[in-house]
């Protein structure tokens, strides 16, 4: 919530940006006391001193809720915890549960994916949706590729024009070289790269092309005993990590959506240095949609019916983590000036179909491999 090396998902920024000096931080809960501490003096030490000098901070919800004043009662909850301690009704993992639980009515701003637990706990996942809606409570998730300015863009020119998306196809090469985190190459942690990094893709494709048909996803696979696998740029000891919990170098998958376009997406572990390669296509009858470098410097390549030529738009400075967080500021204070501008574009519900379909592909790919070694291996009791 405070930024780190890896990228720019600094939220505190952001919400100091929008709200000023009405910003008050009235704690920060985290069970790294001492980092939070060091966190919240460096913003008292700053120009920002005013949200952050009456803050608290403890290390559990529950410490919280037993020594708030009423004064500091929160008006929005901004959750940032590790995936893997959200999402679900168990003990230490519910936390949007004791956020509704103790703060009934108040908003909350949840980061993606929603959590990374196993496939069979997914279903939790939708039942937590569906309280969150039934309470009408303010969420939002933050799959904030949907704000950028070229993401909107794209879906005005299917809107005005009523086309018919007919196919998606994404592409996320991540640069592994500063990928530090052990934890990150462990699927027993992180639930592996498309659950953990791709989601991102997967949740625009969804945005573009509609509700995939779950059944029909089929996935493959490159894997790290693969010669192909080997990498060479590891910043971490890939040898503490069981075997079968290390992540795969490439997995690359395809699906139907329920309305009969075809949408596709590989994730690939292979670019050295820090900038990563990523771009998203949509077609349409005579359209072709091409958004290049969402997270940086995004370029949006259009193509229509009469014209060869792609239109070529830039966005140099635009920033969709202060958009989604603005939108939901917005809607909190139910400001109306312009009722189009302050739209939640991710709901809790979005955010779990989204989790269903990467955790689809990951199952896909590991079924695939799994067919792959039991053939192999029936070859080679042929042979013998």
């Known amino acids: 919530m405070f930024g780190?090396?890896?990228?720019?998902?600094?939220h505190s920024f952001r919400l100091e940006h929008k709200l000023g000096r009405r910003l008050k931080v009235v704690?920060?809960?985290?069970?790294?006391?001492?980092?939070?501490?060091?966190?919240?003096?460096?913003?008292?030490?700053?120009?920002?001193?005013?949200?952050?000098?009456?803050?608290?901070?403890?290390?559990?919800?529950?410490?919280?809720?037993?020594?708030?004043?009423?004064?500091?009662r929160p008006r929005a909850v901004i959750v940032g915890s590790p995936p893997m301690y959200r999402g679900t009704f168990q003990p230490g993992r519910d936390i949007e549960i004791q956020i509704l639980k103790h703060f009934p009515g108040v908003a909350m701003f949840i980061e993606k994916p929603i959590t990374t637990g196993p496939i069979y706990e997914i279903e939790e996942g939708f039942k937590i949706a569906k309280i969150i809606e039934e309470s009408r409570t303010i969420c939002s998730v933050g799959y904030m590729l949907r704000y950028l300015k070229a993401v909107q863009m794209m879906k005005k020119i299917i809107e005005e024009n009523n086309l018919t998306v007919m196919a998606t196809i994404a592409r996320y090469a991540c640069a592994y070289e500063k990928i530090l985190k052990p934890d990150w190459w462990d699927k027993s942690k992180s639930a592996g790269p498309v659950v953990e990094q791709g989601t991102h893709f997967c949740d625009l494709s969804r945005y573009f092309g509609g509700e995939v048909d779950i059944s029909t996803v089929s996935a493959h696979s490159l894997e790290w005993d693969e010669n192909a696998g080997q990498l060479s740029k590891m910043g971490i000891d890939e040898s503490q990590i069981t075997p079968e919990n290390r992540i795969p170098r490439v997995t690359t998958a395809t699906w139907k959506y329920d309305s009969g376009a075809v949408g596709s997406f590989t994730h690939i572990v292979a670019l050295h240095d820090t900038n990563y390669s990523c771009e998203l296509e949509v077609y349409a009858d005579g359209y072709q949609l091409k958004l290049v470098n969402p997270y940086v410097q995004p370029v949006l390549h259009v193509r229509k019916p009469g014209d060869d030529n792609e239109q070529i738009t830039r966005f140099p400075d635009d920033d969709p983590f202060f958009s989604e967080v603005?939108?939901?500021?917005?809607i909190i204070e139910d400001i109306e000036e312009d009722p189009e501008a302050a739209q939640i574009l991710s709901t809790y519900e979005d955010a779990v179909k989204t989790y269903e379909l990467t955790w689809a592909i990951r199952a896909a790919s590991e079924r695939s491999r799994a067919a792959k070694l039991w053939s192999s291996a029936e070859a080679a009791n042929v042979m013998v």
Do not use: H
Not at 4 to 10: C, R, T, Y
Not at 326 to 330: E, P
């Open 326 to 330: 603005s939108n939901l500021i917005d």
């Open 4 to 10: 780190s090396d890896e990228g720019p998902w600094n």
């Open 27 to 72: 704690a920060l809960i985290d069970p790294a006391i001492e980092r939070a501490t060091a966190v919240l003096q460096k913003k008292c030490d700053s120009f920002v001193v005013s949200a952050y000098q009456d803050t608290r901070v403890f290390k559990t919800l529950d410490d919280f809720v037993k020594n708030m004043t009423g004064k500091e």
